[in-house]
């Protein structure tokens, strides 16, 4: 195992753990993040599966010589681009004021 | 008469003077990265200096180096090759490797920090017996990193070689040695300070170059996307086909599966790449490895949305010899090429400086990337079988950095000796196969332990061996190893000689069945265990990497 944590700190961490914020903390980090990951993963294995097999879809020209499956792929540039900066927002807003509080906590009753 | 002896007698000469203008920018790139070794080495004396640069780096500077980490020279010359010669199935590599970070931003990037300290296993083994765990993943490491590191070796040697005009095979022996040498260089010397900064500067020149190119490339068409592709497609001899899914994959029922599998693993290899992780211990906060994933996915994003400008140029404005040259090089020289052709032609001045640039350009990124994987073994042998496994924990910081330097120059010396002759086979699969593993062995393992209370010291081992050895294995009795035939000019297409057929496996990239079964296996691993002491301390590993409460400064 890891360096065992001193007895103050194993009871600084059970504190914690059974405390009211961390729990809203877990909720409101697993709330965000796993909606989240299946829905790019499923974004991202539809335009692959397209890619495969919705030829008719994908080759349609949109304008130019640029088709679905090129707009598709930058849409995805996009997606990834939009996720990252919503969850930097999102966790700055939601979660970090309740982390660095516990964090507070800890550093005061494990090193007493 | 004399007219034309005059002509042939300037492009000859004009042809040694970009050989010795790549070479001495080729020098620069390595005095440049020396001097950076050295600098950075004058501030390393504990293992946190060694192995995590002292967690000093900011968000913007790990963004940076991750950015250099990842960046490879399978993505700066592969997918622009890939898409110069199979036009829109090469963008999905793009695709892949970057949405993959997202599983790294959401899932790892901040809890690892919080809860890990100098290698993957550190994480891994927080709750574990660490015998066991720390073998498995080590091994793990060391086997990803070694599969990577080949795949550079192997591209460094046939590119320098390419580039300067040297076709002998002593010249390319010499080449993968003297990469091999500078790497085991920056990581003796420099330790992860040295790396990093090795890093940042080559994501600098890198991105710098890519711009540069694309907005020539960009400046030929007015700007105008539709023209570029549309050129692209008439001069590829594919028609609309080349932007189009399908040129490269489509072929069979076979090659879709393929498809949906290659995409599967790039997607979820990332985030379990050893050399990708230990980047998160380099800055001082979860808050601050956030920041550098943002970082990193801006750059990375970027890079990737210029490969297809890249792609798609050197095949729209590459023509004759200069074409040929790209489709022997299996795309290779798609983008230093590129740059010829946009910097005025073969002969012209111009196309000889860019040429030169872009292809030191290249060698940075081949110098940086070997670099970081040399080192996370390194750190690896070191820190979990060195210090943990033999000697119980009770190494000092001293002896651990020593061994970490001795691993240096084994694992070095090892990925030298492996190169010289896998230069004769086709390795750029070992990529590919990288991220298979790091998605089957240890993404598994890693997510089980942030996320499952009950997981425990057999699923870790299951997960991680069943990975390894699923993905692995698959791949011997795949296509890649026998049984695909010669092509049209009677070249064998595997890797062991015609006459020997093993395979039976038949797809070439195994993650659709080897990542489930990753998880399937850490799975049953772990509820046909009775050890239940790994429960003991998930509350603290929870608080821990949620809160950063007692993580490592």
Redesign the interface.
């Given at each position: 195992?890891?360096e065992k944590?001193t007895p103050q700190?194993?009871a600084?961490?059970?504190r914690?753990?059974a405390t009211d914020e961390?729990k809203r903390?877990?909720k409101t980090?697993m709330g965000?993040?796993v909606p989240?990951?299946i829905a790019?993963?499923a974004w991202?294995?539809l335009?692959?599966?397209c890619?495969?097999?919705a030829?008719g879809l994908?080759?349609t020209k949109v304008?130019?010589?640029?088709?679905i499956?090129?707009l598709w792929?930058?849409l995805?540039?996009v997606t990834?681009?939009g996720?990252?900066?919503w969850?930097?927002q999102f966790?700055a807003k939601r979660m970090?004021p309740?982390?660095d509080a516990?964090?507070a906590e800890?550093?005061k009753e494990?090193n007493a | 008469m004399s007219a034309m002896s005059s002509i042939s007698f300037v492009q000859a000469s004009s042809s040694d003077d970009h050989q010795a203008l790549t070479a001495s920018l080729f020098l620069l790139v390595v005095l440049l990265t020396v001097g950076i070794t050295f600098w950075a080495s004058r501030n390393t004396k504990t293992a946190a200096d060694y192995y995590a640069g002292g967690r000093s780096f900011s968000g913007v500077q790990n963004g940076f180096a991750i950015g250099g980490d990842y960046m490879s020279a399978a993505s700066f010359l592969g997918i622009s090759g890939a898409i110069a010669l199979s036009g829109y199935d090469g963008f999905l590599y793009s695709i892949g490797f970057l949405v993959a970070w997202l599983v790294a931003l959401l899932l790892v990037a901040e809890l690892l920090r919080n809860s890990g300290r100098f290698t993957m296993a550190d994480q891994l083994a927080y709750r574990m017996r660490q015998t066991p765990v720390r073998t498995a993943a080590a091994t793990s490491t060391i086997i990803v990193s070694i599969f990577y590191l080949l795949a550079q070796m192997v591209g460094a040697g046939a590119l320098v070689s390419l580039l300067l005009g040297v076709d002998s095979q002593a010249a390319k022996n010499i080449t993968i040695a003297a990469v091999g040498v500078l790497m085991i260089f920056y990581v003796v010397i420099g330790g992860m300070k040295g790396t990093t900064w090795v890093q940042i500067v080559k994501a600098v020149l890198l991105m710098g170059g890519t711009i540069l190119i694309s907005v020539l490339v960009l400046a030929k068409f007015g700007f105008n996307i539709s023209e570029l592709l549309g050129q692209a497609a008439d001069n590829s001899g594919a028609g609309s086909a080349f932007l189009e899914p399908g040129l490269k994959y489509g072929a069979s029922a076979t090659s879709k599966i393929d498809f949906i599998s290659l995409g599967i693993a790039l997607v979820l290899g990332t985030a379990g790449l050893p050399h990708i992780l230990v980047r998160f211990y380099t800055v001082p906060t979860a808050r601050q490895a956030r920041q550098s994933v943002l970082w990193a996915i801006g750059i990375i994003g970027t890079f990737y949305l210029l490969t297809l400008i890249l792609g798609f140029g050197a095949a729209a404005l590459v023509t004759g010899d200069a074409k040929q040259r790209i489709v022997d090089s299996g795309g290779n020289l798609a983008s230093p090429l590129l740059a010829e052709a946009v910097g005025g032609g073969p002969g012209s001045t111009g196309g000889a400086i860019l040429l030169a640039l872009i292809s030191a350009v290249a060698f940075a990124t081949i110098l940086a990337v070997v670099a970081g994987l040399t080192l996370t073994s390194a750190s690896s042998v070191a820190h979990d079988l060195y210090a943990s496994v033999w000697k119980k924990g009770q190494a000092s910081g001293t002896d651990e950095i020593k061994v970490a330097r001795i691993s240096a120059f084994v694992i070095g010396g090892v990925a030298i000796a492996l190169a010289i002759p896998g230069q004769s086979l086709n390795v750029a699969f070992l990529v590919a196969l990288a991220f298979a593993v790091a998605a089957s062995a240890n993404l598994p393992a890693l997510l089980f332990n942030l996320f499952w209370k009950r997981f425990n010291t057999r699923g870790v081992l299951w997960s991680i061996y069943g990975g390894l050895i699923s993905s692995v294995g698959l791949v011997i009795f795949s296509p890649i190893v026998s049984g695909k035939g010669v092509d049209a000019n009677g070249k064998n297409l595997s890797l062991l000689p015609e006459s020997i057929d093993i395979s039976w496996f038949p797809l070439e990239n195994p993650g659709i069945v080897s990542i489930p079964l990753g998880f399937l296996l850490g799975y049953l691993g772990t509820i046909t265990s009775k050890e239940r002491s790994s429960e003991d301390r998930f509350a603290e590993l929870e608080v821990r990497s949620l809160t950063g409460a007692g993580a490592e400064k």
């Open positions: 195992m890891a944590a700190a194993q600084a961490y059970d914690i753990h961390f903390l877990k980090y965000f993040v989240m990951t790019f993963m991202y294995l335009y692959v599966l890619s495969n097999y030829p994908m080759n304008f130019g010589n640029v088709n499956a090129l792929g930058l995805q540039f990834t681009f996720i990252a900066y969850y930097s966790s970090d309740i982390a516990l964090n800890y550093d494990a | -």
